[in-house]
């Protein structure tokens, strides 16, 4: 395991958190918008999963922020705590209620740290994580094909197949396509160029290139690109296509961007339910993660997952007071950071401290960034993630993995990233399940006079095998000597 100083990767961390701040801001607007959230509860979770979860963290390279997975149970639950009897809807009831719940899920995250609940993990089948990274990186592509076309929508993060909108991921590729921006697209290729060029051998053999990474090219390029493009006739940006964050302004004041928690069903089995279901669910979600990031790591770190969950769960418990969204380690940030050379976790606090500095200093210089920059960064993440290589290599390896990996890309893409994982993971029992079933003992067909006929028991033996084993004794003549070998059965 390779250990790291804080400032000892400085020259790449600075860069990759610079990179993973670009990508996350859009994304925690994105997940708020989808989870029925005030927009700035996103940045909040931002902040907050980059500073405080990023110090107490135990990865070197695992980025949190808003938690795109519970988005659906985020947004049910605001609309369900604030609405009254009479059916009429209150954000400025429901959200500080719901935060109240952020906060009760943080305690019961560290609660199951110290329970040690983080080997839950560990229990998921390489196959399916690997699927799980293949379908994320395909998601990314996905997603951000219609940004990169120009086509006028906000991105949601990944808020599953179906939209708001009524469309699904692929019919929105379809809505891009009869919607393109020649600027945007301009964007793109050329950022997409710059990214493929700075990865070639013979730029990483100069020096300079190794400080200044693509990516930070690319949002130069963007921000010129915005401030000469509406020179050019024909060539112009819609105003949703662009980076959007809030400011204290708009806001009324900086004070007015933060929210408490509303402690007044404190009591209410419906709230500690609510919870519960978070703490589990961003657990959940974490560990996932958190194995899959450290697939990713090039200097193959293992993640401490106990100590995780209690960063997560200090992480929530400072979110909720403050107005913010439930947190969980994020594979699409963590990827952007690993891919663009994030070595220690100061990237990750980098990235809070420059959504902080962002927000209230720099707002409209980060407004000047078009979606199609940041558009082509996760495009080239993306394709990293689900290289047709790494297809090769799963069909190489048999039908068993190649299948598990295969329902998990295609489960994770056409529903969610939890609902496919659980698909994948219950294929895997599946197939243990019919192995044992299939195969609870070997024996010599052939019968020699005189000797024994000989069954080996496998290793687990369970009442699923009964019916076999009962045939198999049918089928041996009567008055045969019958030899049942259980030295090798654990069960």
């Known amino acids: 395991m390779s250990v790291y100083s804080p400032f000892s990767s400085i020259n790449k961390d600075l860069p990759a958190g610079l990179v993973v701040f670009l990508v996350a801001v859009p994304l925690c607007l994105g997940i708020a918008l989808a989870s029925g959230a005030p927009l700035f509860s996103g940045i909040i979770a931002g902040m907050v999963g980059g500073i405080v979860v990023g110090a107490l963290s135990g990865s070197n390279i695992g980025v949190s922020g808003p938690a795109a997975g519970l988005a659906v149970i985020v947004a049910d ?35 199951l740290g110290f329970a040690r609940a983080g080997i839950v993990g560990y229990f998921f089948p390489n196959a399916v994580i690997k699927g ?31 939209q708001k909108d009524g469309e699904n991921t692929f019919t929105e590729l379809w809505v891009a396509f009869g919607d393109i921006n020649p600027a945007a697209v301009l964007i793109t290729a050329v950022s997409l ?9 013979f730029m990483k053999r ?4 190794e400080i200044i990474q693509g990516p ?40 007015n961007l933060f929210t408490t928690p509303n402690w007044s069903l404190i009591g209410s089995r419906q ?62 940030r963590s990827s952007a950071n690993i891919q663009s050379s994030g070595r220690t976790k100061l990237s990750s606090i980098i990235h809070g401290l420059l959504i902080v500095i962002s927000v ?3 707002p409209d210089v980060l407004n000047m960034i078009p979606l199609s920059s940041l558009a082509a960064i996760l495009l080239i993440v993306g394709y990293k993630l689900a290289k047709p290589s790494l297809f090769k290599e799963m069909y190489k390896r048999g039908g068993s993995q190649f299948v598990k990996f295969i329902v998990t890309v295609l489960a994770i893409i056409f529903t969610d990233l939890l609902v496919g994982i659980s698909i994948g993971l219950g294929l895997g029992i599946l197939m243990i399940l019919h192995r044992n079933f299939s195969i609870p003992f070997s024996f010599s067909e052939k019968i020699e006079p005189g000797k024994p006929i000989e069954i080996m028991l496998s290793e687990n033996v369970t009442f699923l095998n009964k019916a076999n084993i009962m045939e198999a004794l ?3 003549p009567a008055n045969s000597e019958v030899v049942i070998d259980a030295t090798q059965s654990h069960y």
Request: glycine share 10%; hydrophobic share 55%; charged share 15%.
């Open 206 to 209: 100069i020096k300079i290139f």
């Open 271 to 332: 709230l500690w339910i609510l919870a519960f279901t978070i703490a589990v669910v961003a657990s959940l979600e974490t560990l996932l993660c958190v194995e899959a990031t450290d697939k990713l790591d090039p200097d193959k770190n293992v993640t401490p997952t106990n100590r995780e969950l209690l960063a997560q769960g200090a992480g929530n418990i400072v979110s909720g007071f403050i107005g913010g969204l439930p947190l969980t380690q994020v594979i699409v």
């Open 77 to 111: 639950a605001i609309r369900q705590l604030g609405t009254n009897e009479a059916g009429d809807f209150s954000m400025e009831i429901g959200f500080p209620i719901f935060l109240s719940a952020v906060v009760l899920a943080g305690f019961m995250q560290i609660a």
């Open 216 to 255: 930070l090219v690319v949002v130069a390029l963007g921000i010129l690109a915005y401030n000469i493009i509406p020179g050019i006739e024909g060539l112009s940006f819609a105003p949703d296509e662009m980076v959007a964050i809030p400011t204290a302004e708009e806001e009324g004041g900086i004070l």
């Open 132 to 162: 799980m990274l293949s379908a994320i990186g395909l998601i990314i592509i996905l997603k951000q094909i219609p940004h990169a076309l120009g086509h006028d929508v906000i991105a949601e993060g990944f808020d599953g197949f179906w």
């Open 474 to 476: 049918k089928a041996i």
């Open 360 to 362: 209230f200093l720099l």
């Open 193 to 201: 160029a710059i990214l493929i060029i700075w990865e070639r051998p």
